[in-house]
């Protein structure tokens, strides 16, 4: 009896494939039902520390930024006290003044960075709780809040890309494969939690529709011995034991 053989064409198309899967089973480890509540943890004491660290930044350079708005005000009453504020050759004022409107203008910036990094904050504080205590409901403020920031970083990408910033990372094509690749990372981490998310929400209605009320006897009705499967009035209120003994104890 012959026995069938096997090409080297599909003996190469079974290593590829088997190459193929574990490549892929590898790539969805971290959201594996065994591997995802690790995987979510990690990711939200990394968004926390992300989140703090961008808040310090901001509120750092909001700092300078009031303090060279203070400078540049002194500058200019120095200068028109000395005379020198409206000298035709140096045109002073002009400099000032475009001085102050750029400080200005970088003041109120750096404001508004400050309320979205404050807003991250404190979403990724409610992450980290919501998946440490298993709340779903407290992981639901930082999905809406990263995926809004998504949508604003992919707008922001296509406003910024006739600036200095692409000349720097040496044309568009190296400009748009950065951003979009942090873009990218950013949506798998929003992944992660969204799937650690509706898996809680799973395991909340399984518990849900898995808990039967059991019956609570009168006070009076409990029998003097107590038998299997019995309830009985303990400390902390009716109690269900699977032992003849009160409280559970053999």
Avoid at 23 to 48: D, F, G
């Amino acid at each position: 009896m012959l026995l069938p053989t096997v090409s080297g064409q599909s003996a190469a198309g079974c290593k590829w494939k088997n190459c193929c899967r574990r490549s892929w089973e590898m790539l969805m480890a971290p959201v594996s039902p065994k591997n995802l509540r690790t995987t979510a943890l990690l990711t939200s004491i990394y968004q926390l520390l992300i989140s703090h660290c961008a808040l310090f930044l901001v509120l750092l350079g909001l700092a300078h930024a009031e303090q060279m708005c203070e400078v540049l005000e002194l500058d200019i009453l120095d200068q028109k006290d000395n005379g020198f504020y409206n000298m035709s050759p140096f045109h002073n004022d002009l400099r000032l003044q475009t001085a102050a409107q750029l400080a200005v203008a970088t003041e109120n910036l750096l404001y508004v960075m400050a309320g979205i990094a404050g807003t991250y904050a404190l979403s990724a504080i409610f992450l980290f709780f919501g998946v440490f205590k298993n709340r779903p409901g407290l992981i639901i403020p930082w999905l809406v809040v990263e995926f809004l920031l998504m949508i604003g970083l992919g707008a922001l990408v296509f406003m910024l890309r006739d600036t200095k910033i692409v000349q720097l990372l040496g044309g568009q094509v190296p400009y748009f494969i950065i951003c979009y690749i942090l873009i990218c990372m950013d949506y798998c981490k929003w992944y992660v939690m969204h799937s650690f998310y509706q898996s809680l929400r799973t395991m909340n209605k399984l518990r849900e529709i898995a808990t039967v009320a059991i019956p609570c006897p009168a006070p009076g009705a409990i029998p003097y011995r107590f038998q299997r499967e019995h309830m009985y009035l303990g400390s902390n209120g009716y109690k269900h034991i699977l032992t003849e003994s009160p409280d559970g104890q053999c």
